[in-house]
């Protein structure tokens, strides 16, 4: 009875150690796996401000910041190739259908989501991540801006953004040509789910918020 209860007691404590060891080792990969990740976060947001040089990021202080390093020669003429083609395939000629009207301002969303995403989106469902300024700039200089700035935030996983395009007010005849050009664009791109004018707290009609679709997992 004695020799049966030792072993028995001996056969846990085994096992406990065995749990207690895979947990640390858990533990340790978890570890490297996020070191791992904020390596490659910070390799990737080298080339996103290189890529889009009139991005204003917001800060985020919650990221880990590791020591800087050289980056990689960077990919001029796959860049300018990509941009003729972005330049091709956003057309200013695109119809208004896609316009919605909710609460008096015009906002879109992709067929098939449902019709409280605009709202969730001007309420600030989800946090702003990074902006574009297209003041000063030239139609087809922002048309170009616009597509690189959509692409470098899909890649950096990028969920919520928001453009400025302005009001127009300091344009010939005071009209605001980016504002309806930015909108006939985003609706254009497939990465694009939903946009909506901000509200009068956070830029109002000289802002647009756009909602990007998630990165695509392997099944």
Same mark, same amino acid.
């Given at each position: 009875?004695?020799?049966?209860?030792?072993?028995?007691?001996?056969?846990? *404590?085994?096992?406990?150690?065995?749990?207690?060891?895979?947990?640390?080792?858990?533990?340790?990969?978890a570890?490297?796996?996020?070191?791992?990740?904020?390596?490659?976060?910070? =390799?990737?947001?080298?080339?996103f401000?290189?890529?889009?040089?009139?991005?204003?990021?917001?800060?985020?202080?919650?990221?880990?910041?590791?020591?800087?390093?050289?980056?990689?020669?960077?990919?001029?003429?796959?860049?300018?190739?990509?941009?003729?083609?972005?330049?091709?395939?956003i057309?200013?000629?695109? +119809?208004?259908?896609?316009?919605?009207?909710?609460?008096?301002?015009?906002?879109?969303?992709?067929?098939?989501?449902?019709?409280?995403?605009v709202?969730?989106?001007?309420?600030?469902?989800?946090?702003?991540?990074?902006?574009?300024? *297209?003041? +000063?700039? =030239?139609?087809?200089?922002?048309?170009?801006?616009?597509?690189?700035?959509?692409?470098?935030?899909?890649?950096?996983?990028?969920?919520?953004?928001?453009?400025?395009?302005?009001?127009g007010?300091?344009?010939?005849?005071?009209?605001?040509?980016?504002?309806?050009?930015?909108?006939?664009?985003l609706?254009?791109?497939?990465?694009?789910?939903?946009?909506?004018?901000?509200?009068a707290?956070?830029?109002?009609?000289?802002?647009? *918020?756009?909602? *990007?679709?998630?990165?695509?997992?392997?099944?």
């Amino acid at each position: 009875m004695g020799k049966s209860s030792s072993s028995s007691g001996l056969s846990g *404590l085994k096992a406990l150690q065995r749990e207690l060891q895979e947990q640390r080792l858990a533990a340790e990969a978890a570890e490297r796996e996020a070191r791992r990740r904020a390596e490659e976060a910070r =390799r990737a947001a080298v080339e996103f401000r290189a890529l889009v040089g009139g991005v204003v990021p917001l800060k985020d202080t919650g990221r880990v910041d590791p020591s800087p390093v050289a980056p990689a020669p960077l990919p001029y003429k796959r860049w300018e190739d990509e941009s003729e083609v972005l330049r091709e395939s956003i057309s200013d000629d695109y +119809g208004a259908d896609w316009l919605i009207d909710t609460d008096d301002t015009l906002s879109y969303r992709r067929t098939g989501l449902g019709q409280d995403i605009v709202r969730k989106l001007r309420r600030g469902q989800w946090t702003v991540q990074a902006q574009l300024d *297209l003041h +000063g700039h =030239r139609v087809e200089e922002a048309r170009e801006a616009l597509g690189e700035f959509l692409r470098a935030c899909v890649k950096q996983e990028m969920r919520c953004v928001r453009i400025i395009h302005g009001k127009g007010l300091g344009s010939k005849n005071r009209t605001p040509i980016l504002k309806e050009k930015v909108r006939r664009w985003l609706v254009q791109k497939e990465e694009v789910l939903a946009f909506v004018e901000a509200r009068a707290n956070d830029g109002g009609s000289g802002v647009v *918020l756009v909602l *990007l679709r998630g990165p695509d997992r392997p099944a």
